[in-house]
């Protein structure tokens, strides 16, 4: 099963804000919901989740505040901003281009030339 190193570069990215995008969460929860979300086929390592949580909160595209979980911890919880939303459209177009012309070219056949 491929984990967060496995991904192309900026994906990571691209799951987090969606996974934000849903509802605010704390870095365990955000990892949870990439796996639930994706079928279980990515699994997001602590060690690559907060190092793309710290370029995002640099970039502008995330904030962080201090919250209490369900179990009555306090944790860091991740929100997307204005520009995480920005950057999750621009970045899903992308995929879907990148991702179409993938696929167009596995589905070509010695045939088809």
């Known amino acids: 099963m491929p984990d967060a190193a496995d991904l192309l570069p900026g994906t990571l990215e691209l799951l987090v ?36 949580l710290q370029r995002m909160l640099r970039r502008g595209w995330v904030r962080s505040e201090w919250r209490v979980t369900e179990h009555n911890r306090r944790a860091r919880y ?18 879907e281009r990148t991702s179409a012309a993938v696929n167009g070219i596995l589905r070509v056949r010695l045939a088809d030339l």
């Open 17 to 52: 804000l969606k996974a934000l995008s849903l509802t605010p969460m704390h870095g365990w929860g955000i990892a949870q919901r990439i796996d639930q979300l994706s079928g279980e086929v990515f699994r997001v390592q602590q060690g690559s989740l907060y190092p793309a």
């Open 78 to 95: 991740y929100l997307i901003t204005a520009a995480g939303r920005r950057q999750l459209e621009a970045e899903t177009v992308n995929w």
